[in-house]
């Protein structure tokens, strides 16, 4: 559960009353994510959730974040909108951290998502990404190849208490990691985090997606590679070559995917491994004490990642040449 900060009634009130949106009949710690304090803010005018920016999210990059939400809203991507308050406002204040009221977005995430899953969420990516063309605001994607090595710094030490041999293991990837990435892709706006958990599907349907705060400008098939990994692993570290196949048949349907694209998959994929073994490593090396979280396995990336290293091409991922 992420629930770093809590909120007394007083702040909580004093917050609502700058909305329209009517009194407050409960507020939920949201028993899922890692990232930021989530709650399920009931008002009598309805659910919605109100969030309370943590350690990884820097404050200049709000803006960007909210902003994404409503261009994306207005192109037909459904996600949540941002609730502005009586003075035209969607971040505040609250608890002493950032916070934001969004709308409430029905549906579940799948826990054992299907090829068919797969297809849809391929699909949505490629929307999303088609969406977010003509997006005025950018931002650096701080968790790309540059942003590694110094995240890598700051856990190298303790690394070897995870599993004997990572660090080495870790260091080496670097160094091919740096040398090798691409420098020119087909680039925008991407989400960069898009994990079944962020993800809702309503009778079988897609129903919205969520979390955009790792969103950034970076290349398109960057953030085709972080799915492929969220999505098309099993439990014991097998790729499932038919979740793969169909996760990126979905997306070449609203976005075909240019050679240079299919060529640097694997290699991407190599990198969106290690970003997340890194993040993983490094919170669960550092759980701030008394937060409410459950760090997640930083080993099942790199389970991920020595299954990328055994790549030669997109084949491998079910596409045929
Ligand atoms: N707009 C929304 N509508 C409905 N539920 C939501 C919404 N936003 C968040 N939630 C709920 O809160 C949970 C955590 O939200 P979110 O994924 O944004 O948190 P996080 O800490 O940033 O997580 P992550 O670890 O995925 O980065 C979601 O799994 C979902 O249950
Ligand atoms: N989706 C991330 C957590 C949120 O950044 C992970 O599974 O490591």
Known sequence: MAVYTEIADDELASFIAGYDIGTVLSLKGIAEGVENSNYLLVTDAGPHILTLYEKRVDPDD????????????????ICPLPVRNREGEALGTLAGRPAAIVTFLQGMWVRRPRADHCFA???????????????????????????????????????????PGLAADIAGELDLLEQSWPSSL???????????????????????????????????????????NAWCFEADGSLNVTKARALLSGYQKVRPFTPEELAALPLLARG??????????????????????????????????????????????????
């Open 121 to 163: 969420i391929g699909g949505a990516l490629a929307q999303l990404h088609i969406a977010g063309e003509g997006f005025e605001l950018t931002r650096r994607n701080a968790l790309s190849v540059d942003g590694w090595r110094p995240l890598f710094e700051r856990a190298a030490d303790r690394a070897d208490e995870v599993m």
């Open 62 to 77: 709000l803006p960007f974040f909210i902003g994404l939400m409503d261009h994306l809203a207005s192109r037909g991507i």
């Open 186 to 228: 087909p680039h925008g706006v991407i989400h960069a985090d898009l994990f079944p958990d962020n993800v809702f599907f309503l009778h079988e349907e897609l129903s919205g997606l969520i979390d955009f705060y790792f969103a950034c400008n970076d290349f398109l098939a960057y953030d085709v590679a972080v799915c492929l």
């Open 272 to 321: 969106s491994a290690l970003r997340f073994l890194l993040t993983r490593l490094y919170d669960w090396l550092n759980v701030p004490p008394g937060a409410l979280v459950a760090p997640k396995d930083p080993l099942e990336y790199l389970r991920k990642l020595r299954f990328h290293r055994t790549v030669k091409d997109v084949s491998a991922y079910g596409l045929i040449l």
